[in-house]
């Protein structure tokens, strides 16, 4: 099975989606919403408000209730000059996985530069592994179209076995 997905399933739907990316695990909760959304904007306006996105805007974004740890989602490839502040992207960063984050802010200089935010998080990310206020068009893995709620824990569950039992070593080291 784990033959039949690597490298005949997941390549066939990179292909048809116009991406090498095209499915994520979510690993972390930095797109949570522990709230409805009124309160949980209510908590978060000042943030968006200073970067001219409105209540209103933001109501009409794709995932405006966020998604969890846990969760699939289903990527699309997109031109980086076709991504619109308030979607979601997979970019990737100097951490060992992808990040999957809203965009907030975008500029065009000489290349497609994003600024984005995890919606749980207070404020941007800025260390050595991820800068949230410079993702550049060449790490973009896709955009998030598709949620598949809690089917992720299968791949992380699997990960934190491998970890476990050392079995990741194995791979990672080169044996």
Known sequence: ???????????????????????????????EHHQPFDQWWASNEDYYLALNITKAEFEKYDFKNGFNRGDIMILFGKKPADIQVGEVIVFQSKKPYPIIHRVVKKDNMSMWVFQTKGDNNKAQIRDAELDETRVLEKQLLGKAVIRVPWLGYVKIWFVDLLNFTGISRLFSSGA
């Not at 997905?5 to 499915?23: A, C, D, E």
Request: proline share 6%; glycine share 10%.
């Open 1 to 31: 099975a784990y033959v039949l997905i690597k490298f005949i399933v997941y390549p066939g739907m990179g292909l048809i989606f116009g991406t090498h990316f095209p499915i994520v695990a979510v690993v972390s909760n930095s797109m």
